[in-house]
């Protein structure tokens, strides 16, 4: 069958025959790589500042959402955060069962628009909405520059 042939039936279009290429380049972007390299160098978080209306983004992006300004300023995320949803996992994601459940969360920051989902470094039990967090990271040594080198968030110490 060609494009400009017509199907009804839709059991026809569930198979492919032979291979598809679909090679492609993901990058970060002008912010994202000005993240990431605080993240790796200096174990920092960055959110971008909207200097025209005040706003901050995590994560950080080139335009406001709100007034559409270009963002060239950055500043540092707070060290501790809150844990604004969390789920907690059984299964990975090709639907296998994990041997230990896996929790993750939406961690948001006071003053900061957006936060990070990531996986909490505590038992399901303690994962609630509101904990305060802190992000745990790589040794230096072992950062390249990705969301991993967060290794997750640990709840804070009071």
């Known amino acids: 069958m060609t494009f400009l042939e017509r199907t009804t039936d839709t059991r026809r279009l569930r198979h492919w025959e032979g291979n598809l290429e679909a090679d492609y ?17 200096d ?7 909207c200097t025209a209306c005040g706003l901050d983004y995590l994560p950080p992006r080139i335009f406001c959402e709100d007034c559409f300004a270009e963002l060239t300023d950055f500043v540092d995320v707070p060290k501790e955060g809150q844990v604004a949803a969390v789920t ?44 305060s967090v802190r992000p745990r990271l790589k040794p230096k040594k072992s950062r390249v520059g990705a969301i991993t080198d967060i290794e997750g968030f640990e709840q804070a110490r009071s």
């Open 25 to 41: 380049i993901y990058t970060s972007g002008l912010a994202g790589e000005r993240f990431f390299v605080a993240l790796r160098d």
């Open 43 to 49: 174990g920092r978080l960055l959110a971008a500042r």
């Open 88 to 131: 907690v996992a059984h299964m990975d994601r090709l639907g296998a069962p994990l041997a230990t459940p896996e929790v993750w969360a939406f961690v948001t920051f006071r003053g900061i628009r957006g936060g990070l989902v990531h996986r909490l470094l505590m038992p399901p039990e303690r994962a609630k909405v509101g904990v």
